[in-house]
């Protein structure tokens, strides 16, 4: 079994900030860890969408719409992705869902994992 739980949504106001939290967690035997972490987010009437990944070996990718305002990290030592968000604009405003690429032993040897999702708020 593998389990991500996201934590850090919420209201805020435009020019604020939020930080949110992935824990990713797997039975002994399911994988053996996570390659990647990230965030994609999904607007109403939008398409789900990148928003950035880092990989265990602290290699990261943003979406161009948030650089130099987001910042992701990994601490891999607790399966657990953060995702610093400053500078919120109203069109941040999304569910947040936290994705994971877990490694295993079974073809197809790399696997997707998605969090339930966490709702952001941006007040203009």
């Known amino acids: 079994q593998v389990h991500l739980v996201e934590s850090g949504g919420g209201l805020v106001q435009a020019g604020g900030s939020l930080r949110l939290s992935c824990v990713g967690s797997?039975?002994?035997?399911?994988?053996?860890?996570?390659?990647?972490m990230g965030w994609y987010r999904q607007a109403p009437g939008k398409q789900r969408e990148l928003v950035a990944m880092i990989t265990s070996g602290q290699m990261t990718n943003y979406a161009d719409s948030v650089k130099g305002r987001f910042t992701i990290s990994r601490d891999n030592a607790k399966n657990t992705v953060y995702l610093q968000m400053n500078s919120l604009k109203p069109e941040d405003a999304a569910v947040y869902y936290c994705?994971?690429?877990?490694?295993?032993?079974?073809?197809?040897?790399?696997?997707?994992?998605w969090g339930q999702g966490t709702q952001v708020t941006v007040s203009s």
């Open positions: 797997f039975t002994l035997g399911s994988i053996f860890g996570f390659k990647a």
């Open positions: 994705h994971a690429v877990g490694e295993g032993a079974v073809y197809p040897y790399e696997y997707d994992y």
